[in-house]
């Protein structure tokens, strides 16, 4: 008793939240409802002229059709009547269509453009605990299964629905008996109706999760192939694989399981009414109540209302799938970005260079549900406070975990701290608009992340609008025409997907004429050179050299002989800064900066990693 109780909570909060779902949608998408009365009217019609047949047959059979023979004149005008409907059904519907193909895809672009950019807007810290694969699903396969919906699902339940509900009225108006013959078994369609759309809410939710865990499984495998390979575990990744598709198609087969329940069920009471209203219309017609051609349009009109509802399934399939994609896009929307653009109500960044000021700063990594200024997890980093002048340059060293990342990412407000300020320029980086931020402050990461397309869209990212000429201008400042005309086509060299038709040296050159065409104030590098040969490592040198000349830069340096040419050293240890100073200084008193830098001069680190 206690289970079933649960379970009928469980559903009930189930299709008040479909429908909360539903109004939000709606109100965050007002193009759905902008022009929402005309598409109806059209309904309306497209409705109106399917019912006109059954009237137009029952009028033929009863009056056009005497024992004195058949009335051409009457019959004809009928079928004048009937062809004019359809026409105008047809026209009405084609319109109806198309009103709702442009409107549903207009709405729901805008709706996939306000989802993307708030991912965007959404901390790393937060995409990287996401699959990739489940964000990219929300802005794509949810949104389009609403699409689907609207375009499709929503139209039968407008105009089927319309058509049931009309169909009855014109059927109550021919025979109340009949009538109530079909009446008394409509409740028990609409009963089952109702019951298998509780579930269904459920089932589709599992299926779209479902989706996302399938695409983020799949992208993961197809992104790693390479390491994949490497170490030989195609076995295990194919086990993995196996296992989301199968979760993925069980779940969907038991959604699809009962939608074709529902539509044999359907067919079950469709045929029970059929033959209920033909034994009452002989027994009518028998005993004179009634005509021939009330009960031939009768027919067809329960048909028009059956119909309709047995497709009912189907609609309530889509309907509840699209209600699924829905909540999942909602829920995306719901995320607070805890990395906020203030967008009109911030301010720009000060001209000139800029110094960069940490007062007490604490970052804790968010649990769940939390934003940074209320993270309850992992300290990071505690209680920093440090001052980098304009146009210095700073080291950032320590070992793996130490802070170095953290600092970095939060220099440049790619994570908001939970405690104190970060300032640039004087200027609070929570108050300044991301238009001047992302203008004045680049990051260069370590991976050199490059897109689909030519090195010249490449390095125009760093800097839109920026002409052919402009770009090769900044491979001769960073010294890297030598290195771009050994390349078969140039700057119209093809990159390849992620950037890997390059090395990962010729990948991080690419990032460099990027930043440098950007001209930022403040420049902070991960540094990355442990991974190229000799020559490529050189070059990086060279251009480094070139692209941090008159700005504020701070670099996390992996590999201490980029210490060694610094003005100034920040060694981090377990999220602070325990010493503070030019590399001659640090590097001769006893201390962690000591302990890394012989352990580097020996070849050796305590715990090698790329990043902290």
């Known amino acids: 008793m206690i289970i079933g109780t649960e379970r009928k909570e469980t559903r009930e909060r189930g299709s008040t939240e479909a429908w909360t779902t539903v109004k939000r949608g709606l109100s965050l998408s007002p193009e759905i409802r902008r022009g929402m009365l005309v598409t109806i009217a059209l309904a309306v019609v497209a409705t109106a002229g399917r019912v006109i047949i059954p009237v137009a047959i029952q009028q033929v059979l009863d009056g056009g059709l005497a024992e004195a023979g058949v009335d051409m004149g009457f019959v004809v005008g009928m079928v004048v009547v009937s062809l004019g409907a359809v026409v105008i059904t047809a026209v ?53 299964q609403i699409s689907r919906f609207l375009q499709w699902g929503g139209l039968m339940i407008l105009v089927n629905g319309g058509q049931a509900v009309l169909s009855m009225a014109v059927m109550a108006a021919y025979s109340w008996q009949m009538f109530l013959t079909v009446m008394a078994l409509l409740p028990l369609i609409l009963y089952s109706m109702r019951w298998f759309q509780k579930r269904l809410i459920a089932a589709h939710l599992v299926v779209r999760e479902k989706v996302g865990r399938m695409l983020g499984a799949l992208a993961e495998a197809v992104a790693g192939a390479p390491v994949i390979r490497a170490y030989g575990i195609e076995d295990r990744v194919r086990t993995d694989l196996d296992h989301v598709i199968e979760e993925h198609r069980t779940a969907a087969v038991r959604a699809g399981g009962m939608a074709s329940g529902f539509s044999g069920v359907s067919e079950l009471f469709t045929s029970a009414v059929t033959a209920g209203v033909l034994v009452v219309g002989a027994v009518l017609v028998t005993g004179g109540d009634t005509s021939i051609g009330t009960v031939v349009a009768f027919m067809f009109l329960v048909q028009l209302m059956i119909l309709p509802l047995s497709l009912l399934g189907e609609a309530i399939n889509e309907a509840q799938s699209a209600t699924a994609g829905w909540k999942r896009v909602l829920d995306v929307l719901d995320i607070p970005p805890d990395v906020a653009d203030p967008g009109d109500d911030g301010v720009s960044l000060p001209a000139g260079s800029l110094e960069i000021r940490f007062e007490g700063v604490t970052f804790r990594y968010p649990r769940p549900g939390e934003a940074a200024r209320e993270a309850t997890g992992t300290t990071a980093m505690a209680s920093v406070s440090v001052e980098i002048g304009p146009r210095s340059h700073v080291a950032v060293v320590g070992e793996t975990g130490s802070g170095k990342t953290t600092f970095a990412k939060l220099a440049t407000r790619l994570m908001d701290a939970s405690e104190g300020k970060v300032l640039l320029g004087g200027v609070d980086v929570t108050r300044v608009r991301f238009s001047s931020l992302r203008r004045r402050v680049v990051m260069v990461p370590q991976d050199g992340m490059l897109f689909r397309g030519t090195i010249l869209e490449n390095v125009q990212m760093g800097k839109p609008g920026a002409d052919r000429a402009e770009v090769q201008r900044a491979f001769v400042s960073l010294g890297l025409t030598g290195w771009l005309s050994e390349l078969g086509q140039g700057l119209d060299t093809q990159v390849g997907e992620r950037g890997s038709s390059l090395s990962v040296g010729e990948r991080q050159l690419v990032t460099l004429v990027r930043a440098a065409i950007a001209d930022p104030d403040l420049l902070v590098l991960d540094e990355a050179t442990s991974a190229v040969d000799p020559a490529t490592e050189v070059r990086i040198s060279r251009a480094l050299d070139g692209l941090t000349e008159g700005r504020t830069v701070i670099t996390i340096a992996h590999r201490l002989s980029t ?26 008193e006893p201390g962690p900066y000591r302990h890394l830098h012989e352990a580097w001069q020996r070849g050796t680190v305590k715990h090698p990693a790329p990043s902290g």
């Open 563 to 588: 210490a060694e040419t610094t003005d100034r050293v920040l060694v981090f240890d377990v999220g602070r800064i325990v010493q503070d100073g030019p590399h001659r200084l640090l590097v001769g």
């Open 92 to 144: 009405a519907t084609g319109l109806m269509h198309l009103r709702l193909a442009v409107v549903s895809e207009v709405a729901l672009s805008n709706l996939r453009v306000r989802a993307f950019r708030h991912i965007h807007d959404l901390s790393m810290l937060h995409q990287a605990s996401e699959q990739r694969g489940v964000l990219v699903a929300r802005v794509t396969s949810d949104i389009d």
